[in-house]
């Protein structure tokens, strides 16, 4: 396991424009203890390291990894969303911005996207007020769509696939948008409308 650093906390310290003696006050301890972190004298105790990271304006997770992010997605444009998938669980975690996300143990990283091609192919119609999506791709217990989500400039939806299921999805239409295809082995494809 992965634990927070003194180089982090003076980095992180220092981008907030803290002196040591500031950032000891937001947390109620002495300027002489950071000082012992940032020269690697000593270690926070687990106890106060989400004070720590409060104080240096990051997640717990980014401070204990040492990579943090800054979200510059101020719009909040659901087609500017960043998607991050657990290889192990295949959880699906969205974010209007920059992350850092773990699962299973691990750090996830955001997922690139990929222009279909004829393996990952999203066909879309329309039936009636809806997109009728349909992809022909294998669906076995090894090789699978995980997920297909429909991205409008307000609205994101997501639906789960599992295997041996067959590609059919249907999305209420809501103007132009994106569409994605999740392939377990292949990674994220879109397609855009």
Not at 115 to 135: F, K
Not at 162 to 179: A, N, S, T
Request: charged share 25%; proline share 3%; with cysteine.
């Amino acid at each position: 396991m992965a634990y927070v650093t003194g180089k982090t906390i003076k980095e992180l310290r220092e981008k907030c424009n803290l002196t040591q003696k500031e950032l000891a006050d937001k947390i109620n301890l002495s300027d002489k203890t950071i000082s012992k972190w940032e020269t690697g004298r000593g270690l926070p105790d687990i106890g106060i390291i989400e004070d720590l990271a409060k104080a240096l304006g990051v997640s717990i997770a980014e401070l204990l990894t040492g990579d943090y992010k800054k979200n510059d997605n101020q719009s909040a444009n659901m087609r500017k969303m960043n998607i991050y998938i657990c290889p192990i669980c295949g959880n699906i975690i969205t974010a209007l911005g920059k992350g850092s996300f773990s699962c299973c143990g691990i750090n996830l990283i955001e997922q690139e996207t990929e222009e279909c091609d004829d393996e990952h192919l999203i066909q879309l119609d329309s039936v009636e007020d809806e997109h009728l999506v349909t992809i022909n791709h294998p669906m076995s217990k090894k090789h699978y769509i995980s997920f297909v989500a429909y991205i409008t400039p307000g609205c994101a939806e997501i639906t789960k696939l599992y295997p041996e299921q067959d590609i059919v999805v249907r999305f209420k239409r809501k103007g132009h948008g994106v569409f994605y295809a999740y392939c377990n082995k292949h990674g994220l494809f879109k397609k855009v409308k």
